[in-house]
C-alpha cells in the first residue's frame, strides 16, 4: 500500500468513527453533521471525475446537484400528495427509483451543456458552465409549480428497501455506502483505459488525436458521469434536509464544491472526503464563534491555494501522484 | 393583567417573571446575521434581546446562530438546536422560503415555532399545525391592506412585484381586495436592480398610481429611479420596502410613500411608546416592523411562561394562544390557524428633523384575518 | 406600441450594456494581458460603489465621491494584484478561480464588517438630475444620458491607450508574447500592477455610477459580475472591441426581451400568465444567446489571441 492509500483509508475511517462516537455519546447532532460530510463529499468525488481526472473546471456543477435534489422533492411530493406525473406515473418515495430518475437527469442535461460547453476549453468552459447552472437556477426561481423561491418541502424522509431511514445513523449509512462505492468507481476509472485517455487528454490533446482517439467525446463522457454522481448526492441531500430550494442551484454552492476538492487535494481519491470533512467542520465550529467566519474561510482558502497547493492530502502524502 | 400595561416596561417584567412557573426555558433563535439580508435579522434579534433584558427572568435562555439567509443552513441549526442544545421553542427566521424549510419539519418534532416574521400561505391554511404560531402576519396581509386602501382614491393602478412566490401572492394578495382597473402587471427578475425599462411602460400605460413589492436592495434601487425619472405618481408599497432599515439607504426619494404595515414608530400606545424609547436608547437607532414583531414575540413567550410549565406541552400552547400580553400593536389576538387577527395600518414617510421614518395616516382593516384560516384543520 | 416608448427602451438597452461594458472590459483586458481569470472583480465594482457613498455623505459632493471610487477601486485593485493575484499568473485556471472566489468572501465579509449590513445612501449629483425630452413626448433621465456618455468616452480613451501609447504598446506586446517584451527590460511587474489598477478602476467607476441609481450593499457586484462573463464570452476573452459589443448586445436583448416578450405572449394569453412566463423566458434570453453564440463561434465572436 502506498502512503496515499494509507492516508485514504484512514480519512474515511475517520468519517465513520464520528457517527460512531456520537450515538455511544449521545451526540445525536453530529450524526447529522457527518452525513452531511459523506453528502457533500460524495458531490465533490463527482465533480472530482470531471476536475481531477479530466482537467475541466466545470463551475457550474450546483445544477447537477440541484437536479438531483429537484428530482427528489418533486417525486416525494407527488408521492405524498397522490398526484400523478404528467404521462400518468406515479410519484414514489423509494430511495433507489428517485436515486435512478435524479442520475439519468441530470445525466441528460449534462449531456446538453457539455455538448455546448466542451466544444470550448480553459476559461470559455468555466464560466460557460457557471452562466449554464445560472440559467437552471433563475428557472428554477421563477418556475412556479414546485415552489419557486420557497422551495419544496419532503414531508417524510423517503424509504430504502429494510432500511429505516428515519433512524439518523440508518441513512448516515446509506449515504456512506454511496459514498465508498462513488470511491471505487473513481478508483476504477482512474485505473482504466478510458480513465487514461481522459488524463491524456488533460496533458496533451495532440498526442491523443494521433492515436485516433477524440478528446471530445471522451471529455463528454467524463463530463456526464461526474455530473451523475453529483445529481445522486443532491438527491440524498434533499433527503438530509427534507428540503430543497433554487440555493442548492446557486453559483455559490458550484464554489464550494470546487473548494471541497481544493481543500483537499485535486485528484486524490480521498480529496475530496478530508475537503468535505474539514469545511463542514469549518463551518460550523466557527460559524459558532463568530458571524463573521466567511471572512476567515476566505483567507483559510487563499492560504490552501497560495501555500499548500495539494490540500489536505497532499500535506499528508506528498507530491501529488498526477501530472 | 392589564395592571401592566400602566406599570411600565420594567414593571411588565417584574409581574411576568414573578409568577409561579419557574420551569427552565430554553429557547432557539434563527436568524440572518450575514450576508444581504442581515439588516432584518439584526433587528429581530435586537428586540428579542431588549425584551428579554428587561424580563430579567433567569429561567430563560437564549441560543442565537446565523442562517447567513440559507435553506440548508437554517435546516441544520434547526436539527442541531433541537438533538444538541434540546430547545423547547424555535424562532427568528425572517424569510419564507427559510421558514418553508425549518418549520415542517421542526413542527413535526413536537418544537414550537414562533414566527417573528415571514407567514407563508402552506403553513396559515392547510399545512397549518398546533405546534406554530405566527405573531406577524400572514403574507398576504400587508398586500391585501394596500389593495383597499388604494379603492378609496385610484382606478388605474399599475402593479410590479419579483417574479417569485412571494411577488406573485403580493399580487394576488392586492387584487384580492382591489375593485379597480389595473393600467398593467408586470413580475421583475429577483434581484433585478435596474428598473429603467418598467418605468418607461408604467409611464406610457396612463396608470393613476403604482402599487409594487420589491424587498430589500430592489426596493431602494426602484425608488431612487423612480424619482430620477421625474414621473409624477403616487407610489403604494408593503412597508418591507420602507422600514426603518432601508429609508436611511433610499433618502428622500421615498418622501410621501404610503406604506401598509401593522405596525408603525408612532402607533399611539403605552407599549408602544415605552418599546420605542427603550429601543432608541439601548441600540441608538429607530426599531424596524421586524423589531416590533419580534418584540412582541419575546413578550408572548414570557406571558406564556406565566401560566403554564413548558413540559406540559399541550398547556403551554393554550398560553401561548391567549395572548395575554401588552402588543406594541395595540390589539392582538389569534386566530384559529394561529395567526394574528389585527389592524393594518396605511403609514406615509416623512421626515421628522433629519431622520426619514413612518407615520399612521389611515387603518386600512380593523381586526383583519388572513383569507386562509377556513382551510385550516386542527 | 408606440415609437417613443420603444426609443426609451433601446436608450434603456443602451445604456445597461455601457454599464456592462465598463465591467467587462477590466475583465477582459486582465485576462487579455496576464491570462487571469478574476471572480472578484465584482468586489472591486462594490468598492468603487461604497468609497463613493462614504466621500459622498461626508464631503456633500459626488463628484469628490467619483474621484475617491476611482482611486480607491486602483488601489484595492494594486493591493489585490501585490499581495494575492501576482502569485497566481503562472498557476492554472482552478487555482486563479479558487483564490478569487476566496477574495470574495474576504472583501464582503470585510466590507459588512466596516460598513454594517444596512445599505448606504448615495444619490446623483443635482447637475444630472433632469430629464432631456425625446421625439413623441416622452423625456429621458439625464444622469442615464451621462452614463452612456462616459461609457463610450472610457470605450473611445481605451482604444487610444491601446493603439497610440506606449503603455499599449507594451500591453499588446504583453498579450502576444510575454518572454519578449521581459527581454525589451519592460519591467513587466510593474506593467501587470498597472493593467490590474486600471481595470480595477474602471470597475470601480462603474460601481459608483451605478450606486447612484442603485442600492450601495455588500454583495451588489456579484449579479454583474456573472454578466459581465457572459459578455465577454460572447464578445471573445481578451478582445476589448468584444466585450464593447457583447456589452451592448446583452443589455439590448435582455432590456428588450424583459419589455417585448410579456407583451408578444399577451396575443394569446391572459396577461397575468403572461406577464409571468414572459419574465421567466426573459430572464434566460441572455444565456440562450451566449449558447447561440458558442455553438457557432466556440471562441466568441472577436476571438482574441489569448
Redesign the interface.
Known amino acids: 500500500m502506498t502512503r496515499e492509500t494509507l492516508i485514504s483509508l484512514a480519512i474515511v475511517l475517520a468519517l465513520l468513527a464520528i457517527p460512531l462516537w456520537a450515538t455511544a455519546a449521545g451526540e445525536t447532532f453530529y450524526i447529522t453533521l457527518a452525513t452531511r460530510m459523506a453528502i457533500l463529499a460524495l458531490a465533490a468525488v463527482g465533480l472530482n471525475i470531471a476536475l481531477g481526472l479530466g482537467g475541466l473546471v466545470s463551475f457550474g456543477h450546483a445544477a447537477f446537484f440541484g437536479i438531483g435534489g429537484y428530482a427528489a422533492g418533486i417525486l416525494a411530493s407527488h408521492a405524498f400528495n397522490m398526484e400523478p406525473l404528467p404521462f400518468g406515473l406515479p410519484g414514489t418515495n423509494a430511495m433507489p427509483v428517485i436515486w435512478i430518475v435524479a442520475i439519468v437527469a441530470s445525466g441528460l442535461v449534462a449531456l446538453a451543456i457539455g455538448a455546448i460547453s466542451l466544444r470550448t476549453a480553459g476559461v470559455y468552459f468555466i464560466m460557460i458552465t457557471l452562466a449554464f447552472a445560472q440559467m437552471i437556477f433563475y428557472f428554477a426561481i421563477s418556475w412556479p409549480a414546485y415552489g419557486g423561491e420557497d422551495g419544496l418541502s419532503i414531508f417524510v424522509r423517503n424509504q430504502f428497501p429494510g432500511v429505516n431511514t428515519l433512524n439518523g445513523l440508518s441513512f448516515f449509512f446509506v449515504c456512506f455506502t454511496l459514498l465508498i462505492a462513488s470511491l471505487g468507481l473513481f478508483s476504477l476509472l482512474r485505473a482504466s483505459r478510458f480513465g487514461a485517455a481522459l488524463q491524456a487528454a488533460r496533458q496533451n490533446e495532440q498526442r491523443l488525436a494521433t492515436v485516433g482517439i477524440a478528446p471530445y467525446r471522451i471529455r463528454l463522457a467524463a463530463f456526464v458521469i461526474s455530473a451523475m454522481v453529483t445529481g445522486l448526492a443532491g438527491a440524498l441531500f434533499a433527503d438530509l434536509n427534507r428540503f430543497v430550494s433554487p440555493s442548492m442551484l446557486s453559483w455559490h454552492m458550484s464554489g464550494e464544491l470546487i473548494v471541497l476538492i481544493i481543500l483537499g487535494g485535486v485528484g486524490r481519491l480521498a480529496g475530496p472526503v478530508a475537503g468535505a470533512m474539514l469545511y463542514v467542520a469549518f463551518e460550523y465550529f466557527l460559524g459558532g464563534i463568530t458571524e463573521r467566519w466567511q471572512l476567515f474561510l476566505g483567507l483559510l482558502l487563499l492560504a490552501v491555494v497560495l501555500f499548500a497547493r495539494g490540500g489536505v492530502v497532499g500535506l499528508l502524502a506528498g507530491k501529488a501522484r498526477h501530472g | 393583567m392589564k395592571t401592566i400595561i400602566a406599570a411600565g416596561i420594567v414593571g411588565l417584567a417584574m409581574s411576568v417573571s414573578g409568577l409561579a412557573f419557574a420551569e427552565p426555558v430554553k429557547i432557539g433563535m434563527i436568524t440572518t446575521l450575514s450576508g444581504g439580508g442581515a439588516g432584518l435579522g439584526i433587528d429581530v434579534r435586537d428586540a428579542f434581546a431588549l425584551a428579554m433584558k428587561q424580563a430579567n427572568n433567569p429561567d430563560v435562555t437564549v441560543v442565537t446562530e446565523d442562517d447567513a439567509m440559507k435553506p440548508e443552513i437554517a435546516v441544520q441549526i434547526a436539527d442541531k438546536m433541537i438533538q444538541s442544545d434540546k430547545v423547547d421553542i424555535l424562532t427568528g427566521i425572517i424569510w419564507s422560503n427559510l421558514a418553508m424549510a425549518v418549520v415542517p419539519s421542526a413542527t413535526g418534532q413536537g418544537i414550537i415555532y414562533i414566527s417573528p416574521n415571514a407567514g407563508p400561505s402552506p403553513l396559515a391554511g392547510a399545512n397549518c399545525n398546533a405546534n406554530y404560531f405566527n405573531v406577524a402576519y400572514q403574507n398576504d396581509n400587508f398586500h391585501e391592506a394596500m389593495g383597499e386602501y388604494a379603492n378609496k382614491d385610484y382606478k388605474k393602478v399599475y402593479i410590479l412585484a419579483p417574479n417569485y412566490p412571494a411577488g406573485k401572492d403580493s399580487l394576488t394578495g392586492f387584487k384580492r381586495f382591489y375593485k379597480g382597473e389595473l393600467a398593467g402587471e408586470v413580475y421583475t427578475q429577483l434581484g433585478q436592480t435596474d428598473y429603467a425599462a418598467e418605468i418607461a411602460q408604467i409611464r406610457a400605460s396612463g396608470a393613476d398610481s403604482v402599487f409594487f413589492f420589491l424587498p430589500g436592495g430592489m426596493g431602494i434601487a426602484f425608488t431612487k429611479q423612480w424619482a430620477q425619472s421625474g414621473v409624477d405618481l403616487p407610489l403604494m408599497g408593503p412597508a418591507f420596502s420602507f422600514s426603518q432599515d432601508v429609508l436611511p439607504a433610499i433618502g428622500d426619494a421615498a418622501l410621501g410613500v404610503k406604506n401598509s404595515a401593522s405596525w408603525s414608530p408612532d402607533l399611539d400606545n403605552e407599549a408602544n411608546k415605552a418599546f420605542v424609547e427603550a429601543f432608541q436608547a439601548e441600540y441608538g437607532r429607530l426599531p424596524s416592523v421586524y423589531a416590533a414583531q419580534s418584540y412582541d414575540t419575546a413578550n408572548l413567550i414570557l406571558s406564556a411562561m406565566g401560566k403554564a410549565g413548558v413540559s406540559d406541552k399541550d398547556a403551554f400552547k393554550a398560553a401561548l394562544k391567549e395572548a395575554d400580553f401588552a402588543s406594541v400593536r395595540g390589539s392582538f389576538k389569534f386566530n384559529t390557524n394561529q395567526h394574528p387577527i389585527q389592524n393594518i395600518y396605511v403609514r406615509e414617510v416623512v421626515k421628522e428633523g433629519d431622520v426619514l421614518t413612518n407615520k399612521i395616516i389611515d387603518t386600512a382593516f380593523e381586526n383583519h384575518e388572513d383569507a386562509y384560516a377556513k382551510d385550516c384543520k386542527m | 406600441m408606440?415609437t417613443?416608448?420603444l426609443i426609451?427602451?433601446i436608450l434603456?438597452?443602451l445604456?445597461?450594456g455601457v454599464m456592462l461594458f465598463l465591467m467587462a472590459a477590466g475583465l477582459t483586458l486582465i485576462?487579455g494581458v496576464m491570462g487571469l481569470?478574476n471572480l472578484a472583480h465584482g468586489s472591486l465594482y462594490m468598492v468603487g460603489a461604497f468609497a463613493c457613498a462614504t466621500v459622498a455623505a461626508a464631503t456633500g459632493s459626488f463628484w469628490l465621491g467619483l474621484v475617491a471610487s476611482l482611486a480607491a477601486a486602483a488601489a484595492a485593485g494594486a493591493l489585490m494584484e501585490i499581495t494575492?493575484i501576482r502569485?497566481?499568473y503562472e498557476r492554472d485556471?482552478?487555482?486563479q478561480?479558487?483564490?478569487t472566489?476566496?477574495?470574495?468572501?474576504?472583501f464582503?465579509?470585510?466590507t459588512?464588517?466596516i460598513f454594517?449590513?444596512?445599505?448606504?445612501?448615495l444619490?446623483?449629483p443635482p447637475l444630472l438630475?433632469?430629464?432631456i425630452p425625446l421625439p413623441g413626448g416622452?423625456?429621458y433621465?439625464l444622469?442615464?444620458v451621462a452614463i452612456i456618455g462616459v461609457g463610450i468616452a472610457v470605450a473611445i480613451g481605451l482604444h487610444l491607450l491601446i493603439t497610440r501609447t506606449r503603455l499599449g504598446m507594451r500591453i499588446r506586446a504583453g498579450e502576444s508574447d510575454r518572454e519578449m517584451i521581459g527581454a525589451l527590460g519592460v519591467d513587466i511587474r510593474t506593467l501587470y500592477t498597472v493593467v490590474f489598477a486600471l481595470g480595477a478602476a474602471l470597475a470601480g467607476l462603474a460601481g459608483a455610477m451605478?450606486g447612484?441609481?442603485?442600492?450601495?450593499?455588500?454583495?451588489?457586484g456579484e449579479?454583474v459580475l456573472?454578466l459581465a462573463?457572459?459578455v465577454?464570452?460572447i464578445g471573445g476573452?481578451g478582445s476589448i472591441h468584444g466585450a464593447l459589443v457583447g456589452a451592448l448586445l446583452v443589455g439590448l436583448i435582455d432590456?428588450l426581451g424583459?419589455?417585448l416578450l410579456?407583451v408578444a405572449l399577451a396575443t394569446f394569453m391572459g396577461?397575468?400568465a403572461a406577464?409571468?412566463i414572459?419574465?421567466?423566458v426573459?430572464?434566460?434570453l441572455i444565456?440562450?444567446f451566449?449558447?447561440l453564440v458558442?455553438?457557432i463561434r466556440?471562441?466568441?465572436l472577436f476571438a482574441a489571441a489569448g
Open positions: 408606440q417613443a416608448l426609451e427602451q434603456n438597452g445604456q445597461f485576462f481569470i494575492v502569485r497566481l485556471h482552478l487555482d478561480v479558487l483564490a472566489f476566496a477574495l470574495i468572501l474576504v464582503s465579509e470585510g459588512r464588517w454594517g449590513s444596512i445599505p448606504l445612501y444619490n446623483i438630475a433632469g430629464a416622452s423625456a433621465p444622469y442615464r451605478v447612484a441609481l442603485q442600492s450601495v450593499q455588500v454583495g451588489m449579479p456573472i462573463f457572459v465577454i464570452v476573452i432590456t424583459r419589455f410579456p396577461p397575468s406577464a409571468s414572459g419574465a421567466s426573459a430572464s434566460m444565456y440562450v451566449m449558447a458558442l455553438a466556440p471562441r466568441g
